[in-house]
């Protein structure tokens, strides 16, 4: 059925029941646009499982390959800042599309790279391209979708995106392992499923309910919203300023920039953790992909989750599902550095991990137009993206030092809980 506020602007040609017209695009989009991103983070999350090889063969430190990755990292907030809004004036099916063309150019460009500069450009720029996707998809996803099925509709596609992540881990370790090939083609294969996802999204979905004669889902002021008055979300500086000086944007990205350093410092370091340079001789209860292979999984089921829960636990409330579930990563991240290296225990630790510490991402992105209303949700989008990825790549080099000056890999979880512990903090100023 429509939901409330939605009318007919004119009849649709060819169609018996307007209704189900509506039914059957809306779920063409949230079912086309999370298949396109279900392959996104073939084209970016891959670099971990790069690092041994890059390292083996170039001669490069782990602080280095740390700037690299907080290249990718910073590209793709500066990109996010830029396309959110660009998925606001020139939709979503169109932005995403091109970010998987040029991506899986970028990634190819850094397969043929042979030193440290050659590094940092091509994956800093595969670090902007990435951000064509997320933010427009999310605008694309609020044209169809009301208030009220957001929760399930972010926990859908962010839980995508978490599967996403279990791709780019499952890729390499084929590449790597089945295949023998060397981590220059991690960034030659990997990425072709990305570029047919988007492929797929182009052709199945439809930017807007207008665009078929139909009006979609009311727009539901926020508060907030009603204090400033009316805004022209047609201008781009009109849309900048309105999320810009909207206080929650800020107490939203404290939080989420310490749960996103969190799990980029999982999911770059925890491959150089359980896959050193002798993974494949080492003597372990279990092999150490498997180990590996738990963490974005438990990723992927904690995004299906968590937002979800904040509609039915906590009435449409966010933060204290996301409080929630950052205390209980901080504890697990905590225990995990008790776990002996190898044990059967890792791959529950890691999964739990996994889980609670992406779990909250869901609940993040429903707040953009919870907040800022679906006609801002792209510009919202962008900007906290912005914050959050600006946030995780201030981490990627200094855990890099870490590592190089300790000698000790397992670092990485002492700081992860207190990055966790920081997001569950700051949550408590969202309140909304």
């Not at 059967?344 to 909250?360: D, K, M, R």
């Not at 949700?377 to 981490?395: E, K, Q, V």
Request: aromatic fraction near 14%; proline fraction near 4%.
């Amino acid at each position: 059925m429509l939901e409330t506020g939605q009318a007919i602007a004119r009849p649709v040609a060819g169609t018996l029941d307007v209704d189900a017209t509506y039914e059957r695009y809306k779920w063409a989009a949230l079912l086309g646009v999370s298949f396109c991103y279900l392959f996104y983070y073939t084209g970016r999350q891959t670099f971990g499982f790069a690092i041994p090889g890059i390292q083996k063969e170039l001669g490069l430190s782990k602080e280095m390959l740390g700037w690299v990755s907080a290249s990718m990292l910073w590209a793709y907030a500066l990109g996010q800042s830029i396309n959110g809004n660009l998925g606001d004036k020139w939709g979503g099916r169109v932005m995403m599309l091109a970010g998987a063309v040029l991506s899986f150019a970028a990634n190819w460009t850094t397969s043929f790279t042979t030193g440290f500069i050659g590094l940092l450009l091509a994956w800093g720029l595969n670090g902007y391209f990435q951000a064509m996707g997320f933010a427009p998809g999310s605008r694309l996803l609020s044209n169809w979708w009301g208030h009220k099925n957001r929760g399930f509709v972010y926990s859908f596609y962010v839980g995508m995106s978490g599967f996403s992540s279990v791709l780019a881990y499952f890729l390499p370790i084929i590449i790597l392992g089945s295949l023998g090939l060397d981590w220059r083609w991690i960034f030659r294969l990997s990425v072709f499923l990305m570029l047919f996802g988007a492929i797929v999204m182009f052709l199945t979905v439809r930017e807007r309910p207008e665009d078929l004669g139909l009006v979609g889902p009311a727009d539901e002021k926020s508060p907030d919203e009603a204090e400033t008055g009316p805004v022209d979300t047609e201008a781009s500086a009109s849309r900048y300023r309105a999320v810009l000086s909207n206080w929650r944007l800020y107490a939203t990205g404290l939080s989420i920039g310490f749960q996103n350093a969190a799990r980029y410092a999982l999911l770059v370091w925890i491959p150089v953790h359980f896959l050193g340079p002798n993974w494949k001789s080492a003597s372990t209860v279990i092999d150490p992909t498997w180990i590996t292979v738990a963490l974005p999984i438990g990723m992927a089921l904690g995004a299906s989750t968590n937002s979800w829960i904040s509609d039915i636990v906590f009435n449409s409330r966010r933060y204290p599902a996301i409080i929630t579930y950052m205390v209980l990563a901080a504890i697990t991240a905590m225990a995990m550095e008790l776990v002996p290296h190898g044990s059967l225990l890792g791959i529950a630790g890691l999964f739990l991990c996994g889980f609670f510490v992406f779990g909250p991402a869901s609940s993040f992105w429903a707040l953009c137009p919870d907040i800022f209303g679906r006609r801002l949700s792209g510009t919202a989008t962008g900007l906290l993206n912005f914050i959050s990825y600006a946030c995780a790549g201030l981490g990627e080099p200094l855990i890099g030092r870490f590592m190089d000056h300790t000698g000790d890999t397992s670092v990485i979880f002492p700081i992860v809980a207190v990055l966790c512990a920081g997001s569950a903090f700051s949550a408590l100023l969202i309140r909304r």
